[in-house]
């Protein structure tokens, strides 16, 4: 068949989990992404996913997505539930025949993520994994800077990402949510590996709860604030920095430091407009993750539908999101026992 043949064929797209980070995904499909049509929603609220299905035009809704995976106008899922549902999501789907865009984090562990990668091969369905970073321009160009040797052999990374917003409650419990690292860092922790090009080798992390007053009786385990550090299996030196509740805005930045010169991905500024008057200056700074990587959720998504239609890997595998799992685990492990850990 050739690309052209290829392109002609609407691939029907079911949301699993129609929460704010899903909601995004679907409006992409719905309007934005060729060759990709909204054609079912499944939430466990069944509000939610009437109120999806009517906003996006998907002809169907349902409280149980098994239910949605047996239907021939789905050929592909989104999976934005919460982290615990997302292995038998995807296998349940890669089962069904369905190809799978599945949010990050992956999975709670990396048997759960075996597990996925192994149902999706066996099934011969795409398995996409949505560290949507990889697909910011700014992002890009640091990547192709790095690549042409522009700044000659990297050294070091170091990338943060600061929330504004406190965690909801289940996030609190690290045996559920995996913690910061993996629901914050989990987009530094690929962004270090995608710029180095190497694995990690051995991590040390330190972390506390500075800012969550309330959970420190029931959780005393929780930590909003983590600072970890590591060196890759090609010698490069990479620091993660991550915190939740900071309030003052949306954080991400990249330094990269090579050899003969640094890349610096970022701002906190929104636009470069600043005031000055006698009481002093001000600027906007970036509110929220969907003010800043807006562009970046579409250019996944349409990466997504254009893998199944040229029947390629995607740009982001189930084996980048197995990594992220293992090094979170690992900086947890870290944080846990105050030893330097080996992966």
Not at 213 to 237: H, K, L, Q, S
Not at 254 to 263: E, N, Q, S
């Amino acid at each position: 068949m050739t690309n052209e043949k290829k392109m002609e064929k609407t691939i029907g797209i079911c949301l699993i989990g129609a929460g704010r980070a899903g909601m995004i995904h679907a409006r992409n499909f719905a309007s934005r992404v060729p060759y990709a049509k909204m054609t079912a929603i499944a939430d466990t609220v069944e509000e939610m996913a009437k109120a999806a299905a009517e906003e996006l035009g998907a002809g169907y809704y349902t409280t149980d997505y098994t239910e949605a995976l047996k239907r021939d106008d789905v050929d592909a899922v989104v999976v934005v539930t919460p982290t615990k549902y997302h292995v038998d999501v995807v296998v349940a789907a890669a089962q069904a025949g369905k190809h799978i865009f599945c949010e990050k984090p992956m999975a709670m562990n990396k048997e759960e993520c075996e597990r996925m990668i192994q149902a999706a091969k066996d099934n011969g369905v795409k398995l996409q994994i949505g560290f949507m970073r990889r697909f910011d321009g700014n992002f890009r160009r640091a990547k192709k800077l790095i690549d042409d040797g522009e700044i000659g052999d990297v050294v070091t990374v170091k990338s943060l990402t600061h929330g504004p917003s406190t965690p909801r409650e289940w996030m609190y419990d690290i045996e559920k949510s995996n913690g910061p690292l993996a629901e914050v860092n989990s987009h530094d922790i690929d962004t270090v590996r995608w710029l180095t090009g190497g694995e990690a080798k051995y991590l040390y992390a330190m972390a506390g709860n500075f800012r969550c007053g309330e959970a420190r009786e029931n959780y005393p385990d929780f930590y909003d604030t983590v600072m970890m550090n590591i060196r890759m299996d090609n010698g490069c030196i990479v620091n993660i920095d991550g915190a939740q509740g900071v309030q003052y805005g949306y954080d991400a930045r990249v330094d990269v430091v090579g050899t003969r010169g640094i890349i610096q991905i970022g701002d906190l500024k929104q636009g470069t407009t600043l005031s000055y008057t006698k009481d002093g200056m001000r600027g906007e700074v970036v509110k929220s993750w969907t003010d800043l990587f807006s562009e970046a959720y579409l250019n996944e998504d349409i990466s997504f539908i254009q893998a199944i239609l040229e029947d390629r890997e995607p740009e982001v595998t189930g084996w980048d999101g197995m990594k992220a799992v293992e090094i979170v685990k690992a900086g947890n492990e870290s944080i846990r026992t105050g030893q330097v850990i080996k992966i």
